[in-house]
């Protein structure tokens, strides 16, 4: 475009110079040519040095290995094999640990500077340490567990459910006068099961339906998987009576379904069905 330039008034461009021999260096790739020595060729002349000095380790490692076999054939005493410098490493179980664990780090710094978190501002049970090292697993006596109920300010609240206990000091509702305060410091499974939060304060699940079972199920794996609520121990609990009765609903309609439903059940375990003889 410089014609255009001089057409237009503008300035000549200077003349063009051949770039000197002694600036050259030779191309790798084409013997007897030379190539400027500028930075868009200097990747492709740093790799060919790179693979002549690994020619040059190689045949420096072959020449010691025929020396090494010429020992031996002669019954001289020989070290170990060397093992050759250019062979490319091959990453193994523990060079994949290390790549995991190197971008395990790079996202979690990433997390911090962008948003704050090592996490990505992601909560859950699985991002806490406590999951994974527990401490304090013990076992309660009904007495013991009885003391976490909220009730002494500097004590923790636990509650527990079917047997196993938790750390429920982080819950609004579990503080005095919440929603769930009084489920704190006791297994009250059942009530989990029946929603009789008042009558039901027990472990005792006899007489359930399969929807209440269900439902008590549904509560445990709740506890169980919730980030802030941690499993601490077990409750012990002495062995139920069965010769006690259950525990009424505090639904008359539920009561009614399920006194139906025992006795139906009780008719059919007593009265199995007649087989007639062939």
């Known amino acids: 475009m410089s014609w255009l330039q001089t057409a237009a008034g503008g300035p000549t461009p200077p003349p063009f110079q051949e770039v000197p021999e002694d600036l050259k260096v030779r191309d790798p790739a084409i013997p007897g040519r030379m190539v400027k020595d500028k930075s868009a060729n200097r990747p492709f002349l740093a790799h060919k040095e790179y693979r002549e000095r690994q020619e040059a380790l190689h045949a420096a490692w072959v020449e010691r290995n025929k020396e090494r076999e ?62 994974y090292w527990p401490t304090d697993q013990r076992l309660f006596s009904e007495r013991l567990l009885a003391e976490h109920d909220g009730s002494v300010p500097e004590r923790p609240i636990y509650l527990a459910i079917d047997g196993d206990v ?32 008042k009558t039901h304060r027990t472990h005792d699940l006899r007489g359930l339906s399969e929807r209440e079972l269900n439902s008590v199920a549904h509560w445990k794996k709740f506890y169980a998987e919730h980030k802030d609520y941690v499993k601490i121990g077990r409750v012990s609990h002495p062995p139920i009576d069965p010769s006690t009765p259950i525990l009424e609903h505090c639904d008359p309609k539920k009561e009614a379904a399920a006194k139906a439903a025992r006795k139906a059940a009780e008719e059919k375990k007593g009265n199995p069905s007649d087989h007639k003889e062939l």
């Open 70 to 131: 010429a020992k031996i054939a002669r019954g001289e005493k020989v070290g170990p094999p060397e093992p050759d410098p250019t062979a490319q490493k091959e990453v193994g179980v523990l060079g994949l640990l290390k790549f995991v664990l190197y971008l395990v780090l790079i996202s979690a710094l990433a997390g911090k500077f962008f948003t704050g978190s090592y996490t990505w501002e992601y909560e859950s049970k699985w991002t806490q340490l406590k999951t």
């Open 166 to 197: 938790y750390d429920v000091s982080t819950g609004a509702a579990y503080q005095p006068g919440g929603s769930y305060a009084i489920l704190a410091g006791v297994d009250a499974a059942r009530a989990f099961g029946t929603g009789c939060f």
